[in-house]
């Protein structure tokens, strides 16, 4: 199980920002494919966005582009999901999740381990 922490969820109005981050450790965060995916009550799991260790190339599902972004702070072995104009629909448990040098699954938002989940409410 990889150890993923992730922080900055909460609940916030329709139109409002939060941020999320996740820490890795330094051998995941190096080599891993790195994202988030959401979960919303009675649906199923969705894939968000995702990036790759060299921070040029990003992943998002079509519901968030322009939205969010997925950023990297490699000093701090951390990924960011800057989330703005929010939507109630956006309400979820987000987990920050990886997968290993497989091209396929991170463009796909398919990721393989995960963190706890922090909950992003957004009312209306």
């Known amino acids: 199980q990889v150890q993923l922490v992730e922080s900055g969820g909460g609940s916030v109005q329709a139109g409002g920002s939060l941020r999320l981050s996740c820490t890795a450790p330094p051998n995941i965060y190096n080599t891993n494919c790195m994202g988030w995916f959401r979960q919303a009550p009675g649906k199923g799991r969705e894939g968000v966005a995702a990036v790759w260790p060299d921070d040029t190339t990003t992943y998002y599902t079509d519901s968030v582009k322009g939205r969010f972004t997925i950023s990297q702070d490699s000093a701090a072995n951390t990924v960011y999901l800057q989330m703005n104009s929010l939507k109630p629909e956006d309400t979820a448990m987000y987990y920050c999740?990886?997968?290993?040098?497989?091209?396929?699954?991170?463009?796909?938002?398919?990721?393989?381990?995960w963190g706890r989940g922090t909950q992003v409410t957004v009312s209306s």
């Open positions: 999740a990886t997968v290993a040098s497989d091209a396929d699954r991170c463009r796909r938002l398919d990721f393989a381990d």
